[in-house]
Every structure is written in structure tokens, then in C-alpha cells.
């Protein structure tokens, strides 16, 4: 069994520390080796070429939705794995090892921290639904929009504005950098209600 911390005595059971288990378990193992497997096996082709003439694999995305890698922190009752964070950051790991393609890498990571995790915890129940299966089987992919070309690291200063109108909201403003962007089906967009209210608007 692997030791995640160095320096346990002899007399300790692998993985374990002060009496606690850090080892992996059994169906822990499995996924870890079976998304280095999937990676290795399936996602390793044409990355020179992509990489040289800007193509976006959306090929492999889908097959990483196909396995389940979109949807490893997602709830299982919207399409996801429902994984804890330390397995599904284990699995990203992995995946990181054995894929090659360090584009999609980033764009998954993008996706999974950035669009799915804020609407798994700030979404509608309604969002939810319409946009998680989706999100986790590869047919959507999500980004999120917050720098502007005036508001980088100084995120409270965006200027884009959300006007509500009946249901919904008018966006105003101009975003860069969006990773996705070119690709993206869903962004979660940072913008404003009352510029006066600085933080809170
Ligand atoms: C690979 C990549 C992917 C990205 N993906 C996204 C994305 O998906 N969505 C998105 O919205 N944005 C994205 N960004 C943009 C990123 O969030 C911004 O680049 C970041 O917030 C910094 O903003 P900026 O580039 O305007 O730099 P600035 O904020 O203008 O900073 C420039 C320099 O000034 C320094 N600095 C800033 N403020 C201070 C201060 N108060 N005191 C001292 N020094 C300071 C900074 O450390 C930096 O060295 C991405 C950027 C990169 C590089």
C-alpha cells in the first residue's frame, strides 16, 4: 500500500498514522489505475497537431465524460460519480500523469473547479438539473468569465453589469482570458447589480 507521509514507525500498518488510516482502499485503488490506464490508452493521439494548429480535442473531452472523469465531484444524482475531494483530486492526479494532452488537462480543471463546482453550490435545483448531466457526460463544457480588460487580480473592480429584466438578467461588459471561451457551452459570469455597493454589488 502506498504511504501518503513519510516518517511512520516500523511497528505502524502501511498508510496508517497515529492510529488513522491514509491508505487507499481497494475501489480507490481500482479507479486510480483504471483512469491511468484510460488516459494512457485513449487519450495520447494527435496532440503535436492539435497543440500546433489550435484544435480543440473534443473527441477525448467526450470520452472523458464517457468514463466519468467531467463528473468525478458531481453528485450521482445528477450524472456524477459523487466522489469525495481527496479521490477525485487522486484521480485528476492520475490523469495528469498518464495524459499527454496538458490542454485538455487544464480545460477539464477549468471546467470541474470554475463552472460545475459553483453550480453544484450555489446553483438553482432547476440549474442543476438542466445543466449537470450534461456538464459531466462531455456534451457541455463550462468555463467561467470573470477578468475584464481593466480588472485582473482586482476582481471587485469589473465593470460588467447584470440588469434584471422579469426573470432573467442583461449582461454588459466585455470579459478575456476566458479559458474554454472558444469552446465553452456555459459560463458562469461575474458581473455586478449596483457598482455602488463596490464588493457587495
Ligand atoms: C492560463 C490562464 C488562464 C486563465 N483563465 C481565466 C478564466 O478562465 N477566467 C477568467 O476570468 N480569467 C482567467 N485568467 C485571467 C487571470 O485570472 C488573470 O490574468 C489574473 O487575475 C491576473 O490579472 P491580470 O492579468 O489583469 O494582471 P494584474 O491583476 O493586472 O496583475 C499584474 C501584475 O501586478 C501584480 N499586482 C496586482 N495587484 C497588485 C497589488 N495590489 N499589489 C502589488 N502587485 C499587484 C500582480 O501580481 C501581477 O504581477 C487566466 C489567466 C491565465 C494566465
Known amino acids: 500500500m ?7 514507525s516500523g511497528s505502524q500498518a502501511d498508510g496508517e498514522l497515529n492510529g ?3 491508505a487507499w482502499s481497494d475501489q480507490q485503488r481500482e479507479l486510480l489505475d483504471a483512469v491511468g490506464r484510460f488516459a494512457s ?16 480535442n473534443r473527441d477525448a473531452w467526450k470520452k472523458c465524460g464517457s468514463f466519468g472523469i467531467q463528473g468525478l465531484p458531481v453528485p450521482t444524482e445528477y450524472g456524477g460519480l459523487g466522489m469525495d475531494p481527496l479521490t477525485t483530486v487522486a484521480a485528476l492526479e492520475r490523469l495528469g500523469y498518464a495524459c499527454k494532452d496538458n490542454g485538455l488537462l487544464f480545460s477539464i480543471n477549468a471546467h470541474l473547479w470554475t463552472a460545475v463546482t459553483p453550480l453544484i453550490y450555489n446553483g438553482s435545483e432547476a440549474q442543476k438539473k438542466k445543466y449537470l448531466p450534461g456538464l459531466c457526460n462531455g456534451t457541455l463544457i463550462g468555463g467561467n468569465a470573470m477578468s475584464e480588460p481593466n480588472s485582473g487580480s482586482d476582481a471587485f473592480s469589473l465593470a460588467t453589469t447584470a440588469i434584471k429584466k ?3 438578467y442583461i449582461l454588459n461588459g466585455s470579459k478575456i482570458f476566458v479559458t474554454n471561451g472558444p469552446v465553452a457551452d456555459l459560463l458562469v459570469v461575474f458581473a455586478t447589480v449596483d457598482k455602488a455597493r463596490g464588493p457587495d454589488g
Open 166 to 168: 422579469g426573470s432573467k
Open 41 to 56: 490508452q485513449q487519450l495520447n493521439y494527435d496532440v503535436i497537431e492539435n497543440d500546433r494548429d489550435g484544435i480543440f
Open 20 to 22: 488513522m488510516d491514509f
Open 2 to 8: 502506498p504511504k501518503l507521509f513519510g516518517g511512520t
